[in-house]
Each structure stands twice: as C-alpha cells, then as structure tokens.
C-alpha cells in the first residue's frame, strides 16, 4: 500500500484509533454472543479463565509479549503497532462494562453478526491509515520472511495453535469461530478500499490508492 501524503495526517490518525478502537469493540460483541471468537480470541479468553484477569488486560499482556517476538525477528513496530496493544483491550473492556449479558439465541446471533461486521470495518480502518501491522500481523509477516514458509502456512499454523491452546484453557470455539474465518477476509479486503487514503500524485492532486496492502490482514 502506498504511503499517504503528510497532509492526510489527521484523517490517518482518526482512522487509526476509530479502528482500533471498534475492532476492541467488535470482539468484545463476540464475547458477549458466546458462540465462538476470532482465533487469538479464544486464546485470551482462556488466559483470562485461568488468571482471572480480564480479557482486555489479557489481550494486552499478550500483544505486548507478541512485540517482544519482533526483537529476534528484526521487524519494526510503527505507532499503529504500538497503539494497536493498549488501544484494542482497553476498548474490549469498556464496551464489556457497557453491554448486558445476552442470553437468548435471538440475541446472541445478531450480536455475532455485528460483530463480525464490525470487526471488517475496523480492520479496513486501521490497516489503510498505513501506521504498522499489530503485533500478531507482524509476527506472522516476520515468520514468513525468516523461515520462508508461505503467508497462508505461517498464518494457519499461527491460528491454529492459538485456537487450540485457547480452547483447552477455556476458550470459547463455535460456529461463529468458523463465521468469522471466513467472512473476515473478504470484509476486510472491501473496506480497505473504502477507507483507503488517496495519495498525492505528481501533479498535486489525490487519487484513490490503487495497491494493497501487505498480503495478511491483521489478527489482534
């Protein structure tokens, strides 16, 4: 993805924070609709299980420990990357406190649907105000360049192992694990382009980016 003029600067950083802070929201509505979470999700839930910690701090912890795995792999945090730890558990948290719990079925496949649809939107946000991957993205981009194995291969042995571990500590996985699976990618690829920065051409004036991003889409 081309980098957008200095002048976009404050619609980037609006875009930056509006993202993460509806992708914390948007998973926290998965929580609630307790019929299965994106795959790092599900880990979180089964770290906050068995601490006793909540979610949000879970998520948290372990994207900061993530960024240390950059170190060894000589990736490059951006402020997105940096903001993308505290931002998305903070608004997780928050929007927990905010909504009731949901029992009915009535209700709770909505709140997944919405959910889902949210966390597209959030992620076309953020990833086109171009400030870094987060954390989990980057590991994942690292382990492709370092050990040569395919995006697709690092990322499902990534999920995979994530999942599993998160389901054995309690971790929530349904239909709506595999919902999201695979809705994300194409809602996020839509509102990447909807939300795309235009950059400056030659002459001055802007035009829509005609490039895409990195060949992941972020996992939180």
Do not use: C, K
């Amino acid at each position: 993805m081309s980098t957008p003029p200095a002048g976009r600067l404050p619609r980037r950083l609006l875009q930056l924070y509006l993202g993460l802070a509806l992708y914390g929201a948007s998973s926290a509505l998965l929580v609630e609709a307790g019929l299965g979470l994106e795959p790092w999700g599900v880990l979180h839930q089964g770290l906050a299980e068995l601490t006793g910690l909540t979610i949000g701090v879970v998520s948290i912890i372990v994207g900061a420990a993530v960024l240390l795995l950059w170190i060894p792999l000589r990736q490059r945090p951006g402020l997105g990357t940096v903001s993308n730890v505290f931002v998305i558990g903070i608004a997780m948290d928050g929007t927990l406190a905010l909504v009731p719990d949901a029992h009915p079925l009535a209700v709770r496949i909505p709140l997944l649907v919405a959910g889902i649809l949210l966390n597209g939107v959030a992620t076309g946000l953020y990833i086109a105000a171009v400030f870094g991957p987060g954390p989990r993205d980057g590991l994942m981009t690292g382990l492709h360049r370092r050990t040569g194995r395919s995006i697709r291969l690092v990322r499902t042995a990534l999920e995979l192992a994530v999942v599993a571990t998160g389901f054995v500590l309690g971790g929530t996985v349904g239909v709506g694990t595999v919902l999201y699976a695979v809705a994300i990618g194409p809602l996020a690829q839509l509102f990447l382009r909807v939300f795309a920065v235009p950059p400056a051409s030659p002459s001055g004036s802007t035009v829509v980016a005609a490039g895409q991003p990195e060949r992941a889409i972020l996992r939180r």
